[in-house]
T-cell receptor
Framework: NAGVTQTPKFQVLKTGQSMTLQCAQDMNHNSMYWYRQDPGMGLRLIYYSASEGTTDKGEVPNGYNVSRLNKREFSLRLESAAPSQTSVYFC????????????FGSGTRLTVV | EDKVVQSPLSLVVHEGDTVTLNCSYE??????LLWYKQEKKAPTFLFML????IEKKSGRLSSILDKKELFSILNITATQTGDSAVYLC????????????FGKGTHLIIQP
């Protein structure tokens, strides 16, 4: 099925550990995004990529890095996880210059202890 | 800084009731406003509104935008337990690559 695939779905990390969240889309979208969702906070943009080879910071980029590996894949890396990064992470993709086809992945629930 | 405010943050009603969810916004370069429904997983798209005064409808759900007063409402009539979800309002204020600015959401609970 066409869509956005995120892995893993669940992860528990110890403070200071590193990990990479993977995201891949098969809709040939140009733009990809990483959001985090915390209780009572809505979704907040971490990083986005307008096209292959470009990435930009969103509202809450501190503590994260991203890589747009190719047009399909956009990964999010936590170099040294902190309890404040406990959240649900969503990847999304869209055609350039329109949010109409915005498609979300199913999310990764990350707990940092 | 772009800002999207939703109210109420939570709402409990009985099945069959009609509900109105509110979304106000302050953005530097408004392009469109979107409503999403989120049921424990990823948000799913409901409506995108670009022009004032034009109501979008889908079954028992409808939404309208007022660009002069900078707000939108989402109405749900004859509510059902399956309408229980978090409803998210988001504003797109630039090129698609800039992402969406989301409100905190309204947690709607429909009691049988």
């Amino acid at each position: 099925n066409a869509g956005v695939t995120q892995t893993p779905k669940f992860q528990v990390l110890k403070t200071g550990q590193s990990m990479t969240l993977q995201c891949a889309q098969d809709m040939n979208h140009n733009s990809m995004y990483w959001y985090r969702q915390d209780p009572g906070m809505g979704l907040r943009l971490i990083y986005y990529s307008a096209s292959e080879g470009t990435t930009d910071k969103g509202e809450v980029p501190n503590g994260y890095n991203v890589s747009r590996l190719n047009k399909r894949e956009f990964s999010l890396r936590l170099e040294s996880a902190a309890p404040s990064q406990t959240s649900v992470y969503f990847c999304a993709s869209s055609e350039a210059f329109t949010p109409y086809g915005y498609t979300f992945g199913s999310g990764t629930r990350l707990t940092v202890v | 800084e772009d800002k999207v405010v939703q109210s109420p943050l939570s709402l409990v009603v009985h099945e069959g009731d009609t509900v109105t969810l509110n979304c106000s916004y302050e953005v530097t370069n408004f392009r469109s406003l979107l409503w999403y429904k989120q049921e424990k997983k990823a948000p799913t798209f409901l409506f995108m509104l670009t022009s004032s005064g034009i109501e979008k409808k889908s079954g028992r759900l409808s939404s309208i935008l007022d660009k002069k007063e900078l707000f939108s409402i989402l109405n749900i009539t004859a509510t059902q337990t399956g309408d229980s979800a978090v409803y998210l309002c988001a504003v797109w204020s630039g090129g698609g690559a800039d992402g969406l600015t989301f409100g905190k959401g309204t947690h709607l609970i429909i009691q049988p």
